[in-house]
């Protein structure tokens, strides 16, 4: 069995910063793209940043130069810094990963249960 934990989110004022980390744990042979999502109060979920298991990066654009994601492949885990932190950014923050199971022969994609991250004075 494959689970993804999330932890790190909060309360922070605008302006600062918070970080994200979810680890994948269970019967894993190997962890592809990890990536983070959100989903605003009232809107669908959307992508935030991905990386992939050799570093390479993306972010969409409300997010360059605020947020960076990381990860630690000895760890299966994946991070997400962010700094600057606006109200728009208020949401439940979600960690998505392509992971392959010690018997599995495809890459099938889990979810973690999401953490909230609220922006607010």
């Known amino acids: 069995q494959v689970q993804l934990v999330e932890s790190g989110g909060g309360l922070v004022q605008p302006g600062g910063s918070l970080r994200l980390s979810c680890v994948a744990s269970g019967s894993i042979f190997s962890v592809n793209a990890m990536g983070w999502y959100r989903r605003a109060p009232g809107k669908q979920r959307e992508l935030v940043a991905l990386i992939t298991s050799g570093g390479t990066t993306k972010y969409v654009d409300f997010v360059k130069g605020r947020f960076t994601i990381s990860r630690d492949n000895a760890k299966n885990t994946v991070y997400l810094q962010m700094n600057s932190l606006k109200p728009e950014d208020t949401a439940v923050y979600y960690c998505?990963?392509?992971?392959?199971?010690?018997?599995?022969?495809?890459?099938?994609?889990?979810w973690g249960q999401g953490t909230q991250v609220t922006v607010s004075s």
């Open positions: 998505n990963a392509d992971i392959i199971a010690l018997y599995g022969s495809s890459p099938y994609n889990y």
